[in-house]
């Protein structure tokens, strides 16, 4: 069946001015989009009077943590001590936000403990049983401590300085990963300076780790993306051809220039929102 949106008024994302048409969707992708807007229907169309109503390319959240917990409307006091259950009703709750506010594809940057979250509601959301934006899956914010558990700090933050290399136990962890049907690995090369002070710069893995990383990323077609905020973390990810970067916070200006000729390969998503609702809510002046 095919649905027909008449007298919308479209919103393109070109930098276009607004105009009215009528758009024709078949198989879930546009057939047609009638400036004239006088298409006529055909007996067993789906028609929607869209007159006086925006229409507009649904948004891409590249950064989508839905089991974290917090979202518009669900901010609970401490996100970090949500049981199980709670968290994955709070990314139910999360995808049907995004939804409703234009989102309508996701890429999951990691979710908060458990591996199957995402792929869980990703089924769901595909099913047509709950709803929410195409979701690409990933693991849990991948660091070493899943590989070393001996040597475990808080939220797996571990700088590489404290540990051997390991890049066959890295190697197994992909492959188990891969085995549970995610679409992404996440890897965490920086740590995160919000949770543990200071670690934001400290470096979670070596090389060769990072190189065995990748080679089986490609051989199980895995997704990649880092997080990272560090210059030398971002050179590493750069020279491993890992596809999607977050942050980038202390990006130099030489490491900017190799991100611009590699841009028809990477994706950059930086996530300033948290540092600056952090400065903000320090009470610090700009």
């Known amino acids: 069946m095919r649905k027909v949106i008449k007298g919308a008024t479209i919103f393109d994302?070109?930098?276009?001015?607004?105009?009215?048409?009528?758009?024709?969707?078949?198989?879930?992708?546009i057939q047609s989009i009638d400036r004239s807007a006088a298409t006529v229907a055909q007996s067993d169309d789906h028609v929607i009077d869209a007159a006086g109503m925006t229409l507009m390319p649904g948004m891409t959240e590249a950064h989508a943590h839905l089991d974290f917990g917090a979202s518009v409307g669900r901010i609970p006091a401490n996100t970090f001590a949500l049981s199980p259950v709670d968290r994955m009703l709070g990314a139910v709750y999360?995808?049907?936000?995004l939804l409703d506010h234009g989102y309508t594809s996701a890429y999951s940057a990691g979710t908060f403990a458990d591996n199957r979250a995402d792929i869980l509601l990703q089924a769901e959301i595909e099913a047509g049983r709950l709803p929410g934006p195409r979701l690409r899956s990933s693991c849990g914010q991948w660091m070493p401590a899943f590989i070393d558990p001996e040597n475990k700090?808080?939220?797996?933050?571990?700088?590489?300085?404290?540990?051997?290399?390991?890049?066959?136990?890295?190697?197994?962890?992909?492959?188990?990963?891969?085995?549970?049907?995610?679409?992404?690995?996440?890897?965490?090369?920086?740590?995160?300076?919000?949770l543990i002070h200071g670690t934001a710069r400290s470096l979670m893995f070596y090389e060769n780790e990072l190189e065995a990383l990748m080679e089986v990323a490609r051989d199980c077609e895995l997704d990649t993306s880092a997080h990272l905020y560090s210059d030398q973390a971002l050179r590493m990810a750069l020279r491993h051809g890992i596809r999607l970067l977050y942050h980038c916070a202390f990006a130099s200006p030489e490491t900017i220039e190799l991100m611009a000729e590699r841009r028809d390969e990477i994706f950059v998503a930086p996530g300033?929102?948290?540092?600056?609702t952090t400065i903000e809510g320090s009470g610090l002046s700009s």
Do not use: C, M
């Open 272 to 276: 300033p929102g948290i540092l600056l």
């Open 153 to 194: 700090l808080p939220f797996g933050i571990i700088d590489r300085s404290h540990r051997e290399s390991n890049p066959a136990a890295v190697r197994d962890a992909v492959k188990a990963l891969a085995d549970t049907g995610i679409q992404n690995i996440k890897i965490g090369l920086n740590g995160e300076s919000s």
């Open 13 to 29: 994302g070109s930098g276009e001015a607004l105009y009215r048409a009528d758009v024709t969707i078949s198989d879930d992708r």
């Open 94 to 97: 999360a995808a049907r936000v």
